[in-house]
């Protein structure tokens, strides 16, 4: 089936390869970023069905206006990666951290996916086989947390819990959710010496292509559940 699915912060890294991966398996792919012509630019470099559009996800009009597009012209939407991540902040510690800098995380890496999947609810309540994927980090794990980069830790945490809340309140829709670590990639933002981006993208695949019948409020990495 040809799915229509949106993609966050996907002019580069993880984002664009779940984008590449995704129209490679024939569905429809919003490639959406904060600038328009990164967001074309990185299009032009997929083959199949890709869409460019712009989308601030720290911006309810936006959102909105995106997901009033999509209305008009697929009246769906059966899978939404929550991608866009900011402030991977190795560089602070909760003890002395600049505040300004966690409030941005906030924005972006929670309250974004959060503003996002509000924004495009109705849609995905339109779908038969709604799927939401909120793209966090083991980081954000209480069961193996330390200390070190506060603003990018705290975001994926509370993403984490928005995605238990989302995965309750959705069961009945039908509409899975659920929360995937992919991993320590090679990209911008994970630096080098990591996996494969390939490989983490996978991870975050898996949990779009779920069944049915599947999990729902999950924290995964490769298909298995890792601790809260």
Not at 24 to 31: I, K, N, Q, R, S
Not at 96 to 112: H, I, K
Not at 133 to 140: F, L, P, Q, R
Request: glycine share 14%; hydrophobic share 45%; with cysteine.
């Amino acid at each position: 089936m040809d799915r229509v699915c949106v993609v966050t912060g996907a002019n580069r890294g993880i984002g664009l390869e779940v984008a590449r991966q995704l129209a490679a398996a024939g569905d429809t792919v919003v490639l959406t970023a904060r600038d328009e012509r990164k967001a074309v630019e990185a299009a032009a470099g997929i083959g199949g069905q890709v869409l460019a559009r712009r989308l601030d996800v720290a911006d309810e009009r936006s959102a909105a206006e995106l997901a009033g597009e999509l209305e008009k012209t697929h009246g769906r939407v059966d899978v939404l990666v929550n991608n866009a991540a900011i402030h991977y902040d190795t560089w602070q510690r909760a003890c002395d951290a600049d505040l300004g800098v966690v409030s941005e995380a906030l924005e972006t890496n929670l309250l974004g996916a959060w503003r996002v999947t509000l924004a495009l609810l109705p849609l995905l309540r339109g779908s038969a086989h709604g799927r939401i994927v909120n793209v966090s980090s083991e980081i954000g794990s209480l069961a193996s947390m330390g200390g070190g980069t506060p603003a990018y830790t705290v975001s994926k945490t509370a993403l984490n819990a928005l995605t238990r809340m989302l995965a309750a309140e959705l069961r009945g829709d039908g509409i899975l959710v659920n929360a995937v670590c992919p991993g320590w990639v090679a990209t911008d933002m994970g630096g080098p010496g990591g996996r494969p981006v390939a490989e983490g993208a996978r991870s975050v695949l898996w949990a779009a292509d779920l069944p049915g019948d599947g999990p729902t409020g999950g924290f995964f990495r490769d298909g298995r559940s890792i601790p809260w």
